[in-house]
């Protein structure tokens, strides 16, 4: 079995001073573009996060642009959902300023996300942050493993992102789920148990080799399209431990859903299926954190944009809806 790396559990930040209220959008460029009251950060419950990022990109440049077009996209839909009969901007919703670039490089900057997503679950917030390439969730992982311990990871994506290095980097978007394992290891938790990975439709060797090493299964996109939803679902919701961090690459749905992202891929998730694991983990489970990654714009469309704050606004329904809005819906 593949010894840990050292890499991962070196991350480390210093704290930001909590008398010292982070600082937030304002002039209606919020995520949903939400009134004085129903984004105030002392109020909000949820706290978005948005994390312009794509140093590492190894396709398609331009996913630093994909929080700002998200948030632009969540002015133009509504939030309440008819199947709950909930609106979850009813629990506040406060998007914080975006978190720049460490001109250090990327494991500089996964520190001064780590500092940024630390600062806001100091204050007991639900974090949704905004990627960018999917790199900056190791930061968002680091800040969640401090302050919960270990977790389970549910990762959308139509890669696993277990490549130890890639060009020439530990800190590369092809690694996260790696460095994530690592983090998790060093909370305490299951390291590479902790993962389940959903949607997945390209494997190099290198990481072929890790999950065999590891005994990993990841729901391969083609063998999800050949069960029933229902069954595999339940599946993957049962290999999760109580507390899951939800990580999602755009990529992980299939393009003529999501077409705006860095590295697309083929047969991928529809959204009926993407969605009908997000409800029943949010159900099922507690879910610490949501992390939305590689929007990455098309010129003169919008779906992508649009499909991404729906996926936000719909997941927010799941995590802060009543329970007997549950039982309206699902008996």
């Not at 573009?33 to 994390?51: G, H, K």
Request: glycine share 8%.
């Amino acid at each position: 079995m593949s010894p840990a790396s050292p890499i991962t559990p070196a991350i480390d930040w210093q704290p930001l001073d909590p008398a010292v209220r982070p600082r937030c959008y304002d002039g209606g460029a919020n995520f949903g573009r939400l009134d004085a009251q129903a984004c105030a950060f002392d109020t909000a419950r949820v706290a978005v996060v948005p994390l312009p990022y794509d140093s590492t990109c190894s396709a398609r440049g331009g996913m630093r642009e994909g929080p700002g077009r998200i948030l632009q996209a969540s002015w133009w839909i509504d939030f309440f959902h008819s199947h709950l009969r909930f609106d979850p901007a009813e629990v506040g919703i406060a998007t914080l300023d975006d978190v720049h670039p460490h001109m250090a490089g990327p494991r500089e900057h996964i520190a001064r996300i780590a500092q940024a997503c630390d600062h806001a679950l100091s204050f007991d917030k639900f974090l949704v942050t905004l990627g960018g390439e999917h790199t900056v969730s190791v930061g968002v992982c680091a800040a969640l493993a401090r302050k919960f311990g270990p977790f389970s990871v549910l990762q959308i994506d139509a890669h696993l992102d277990l490549r130890d290095q890639w060009e020439d980097t530990p800190w590369n978007h092809a690694c996260v789920m790696r460095r994530m394992a690592e983090l998790l290891a060093a909370a305490g938790g299951d390291g590479p148990g902790s993962l389940v990975q959903v949607g997945i439709r390209n494997v190099c060797q290198d990481e072929q080799a890790y999950l065999d090493d590891h005994g990993m299964r990841p729901f391969f996109a083609r063998d999800v399209h050949e069960t029933p939803t229902k069954q595999w679902v339940q599946a993957a919701v049962d290999r999760l431990g109580p507390r899951v961090f939800v990580t999602v690459d755009l990529d992980g749905f299939d393009p003529s859903v999501i077409p705006a992202v860095g590295t697309p891929e083929p047969g991928g998730l529809s959204w009926s299926q993407g969605t009908a694991l997000l409800r029943e983990v949010f159900r099922q489970r507690d879910v610490i954190a949501l992390d939305v990654n590689e929007l990455c714009p098309i010129a003169g469309q919008n779906v992508s944009e649009v499909a991404a704050a729906r996926l936000i606004a719909e997941c927010l329904a799941y995590r802060f809806a009543p329970a007997d809005a549950w039982k309206r819906w699902i008996p």
